[in-house]
Nanobody
């Protein structure tokens, strides 16, 4: 129903930047959100950022505020995560996630947990060295 393909990961040094992209296809309804999550070795998957497809409102995890920007291009059906000033602790597999749809209109900050997303990409590896 919804397919997600991530790209843009790689090996960088601390202080560098990366731009991750998520190409989407399929149909949703209402006011769905798109999110980015990450999972480091030996750790649980954690929330990074989210954006509402319809109005572009955004929310970020505290650990990436000021360093990351999430955006979307409705015409190209893509969601982008721009990451700057990368740190070794940013090393993880980054996943793009999508909701099938929402009829409610909660503040975008509400959609920051895995259970609220229905579709996932295969992930892209980001490695930040010292």
């Amino acid at each position: 129903q919804v397919q997600l393909v991530e790209s843009g990961g790689g090996l960088v040094q601390a202080g560098d930047s990366l731009r991750l992209s998520c190409l989407t296809s399929g149909r949703t309804f209402g006011n769905p959100a798109m999110g980015w999550f990450r999972q480091a070795p030996g750790k649980e998957r954690e929330f990074v950022a989210a954006i509402r497809w319809t109005d572009g409102s955004t929310t970020y995890a505290d650990c990436v505020k000021g360093r990351c920007t999430i955006s979307r291009d409705n015409a190209k059906n893509t969601v982008t995560l721009q990451m700057n000033s990368l740190k070794p602790e940013d090393t993880a597999v980054y996943y793009c996630a999508a909701q099938r749809g929402r009829w409610s209109y909660r503040p975008i900050g509400y959609y920051s947990t895995e259970d609220l997303y229905d579709y996932w990409g295969q992930g892209t590896q980001v490695t930040v060295s010292s």
